[in-house]
T-cell receptor, first 111, second 114 residues
Framework: GQQVMQIPQYQHVQEGEDFTTYCNSSTTLSNIQWYKQRPGGHPVFLIQLVKSGEVKKQKRLTFQFGEAKKNSSLHITATQTTDVGTYFCAGQETSGSRLTFGEGTQLTVNP | EAGVAQSPRYKIIEKRQSVAFWCNPISGHATLYWYQQILGQGPKLLIQFQNNGVVDDSQLPKDRFSAERLKGVDSTLKIQPAKLEDSAVYLC????????????FGPGTRLTVT
């Protein structure tokens, strides 16, 4: 079955440093979504990428979908303490198939 | 707009007991999902409903787990009998359409099986 892998599993940064998490799928994806889960909270949708090579920005967050639609990345510029949490990618293999979540990257930010 | 509601928020039971979780999705959302999230892992889909029909229950341990969505609105997830490895957070989510749509998650039910 489809597998979605994320690296790194943990990332500790100083406030103001940049952060990147990578997501790789064992199969080609029709779309990929990113979610953020604060400690003790529930996943909250951030963005969806659909097109090959697509790049989307949300303030300090930059999301990219690979050309082969098998990998994606999330980059945060100049992290803040409010960025703390676990970032999950979730891929959908084909239209109508389930969303498969990665294991997440847990980000901690030292002030 | 009210979010996805779940109850209870916490539940502690002994193994071999039964437990039920309730979910009320966002009004108008046709699709409802139940996920299991074990500590340190990503959410794993247990079952997906479209209105009151099951779309995907391929990862639901049907020997002990059951779920229903009566009238295409509220849903309940039941575990009977519970095992130690069922300790996890059970998340309910809903979306306007299928998995290609943004999913809205509820606060979850933290289950501890002792």
């Amino acid at each position: 079955g489809q597998q979605v892998m994320q690296i790194p599993q943990y990332q500790h940064v100083q406030e103001g440093e940049d952060f990147t998490t990578y997501c790789n799928s064992s199969t080609t994806l029709s779309n990929i979504q990113w979610y953020k889960q604060r400690p003790g909270g529930h996943p909250v949708f951030l963005i969806q990428l659909v097109k090959s090579g697509e790049v989307k920005k949300q303030k300090r967050l930059t999301f990219q979908f690979g050309e082969a639609k098998k990998n994606s990345s999330l980059h945060i510029t100049a992290t803040q303490t409010t960025d703390v949490g676990t970032y999950f990618c979730a891929g959908q293999e084909t239209s109508g198939s389930r969303l498969t979540f990665g294991e997440g990257t847990q980000l901690t930010v030292n002030p | 707009e009210a979010g996805v509601a779940q109850s209870p928020r916490y539940k502690i039971i002994e193994k071999r007991q039964s437990v039920a979780f309730w979910c009320n999705p966002i009004s108008g959302h046709a699709t409802l999902y139940w996920y299991q999230q074990i500590l340190g892992q990503g959410p794993k889909l247990l079952i997906q409903f479209q209105n009151n029909g099951v779309v995907d229950d391929s990862q639901l341990p049907k020997d002990r787990f059951s779920a229903e969505r009566l009238k295409g609105v509220d849903s309940t997830l039941k575990i009977q009998p519970a095992k130690l490895e069922d300790s996890a957070v059970y998340l309910c989510a809903s979306s306007l359409g299928g998995p290609a749509y943004e999913q809205y998650f509820g606060p979850g039910t933290r289950l501890t099986v002792t």
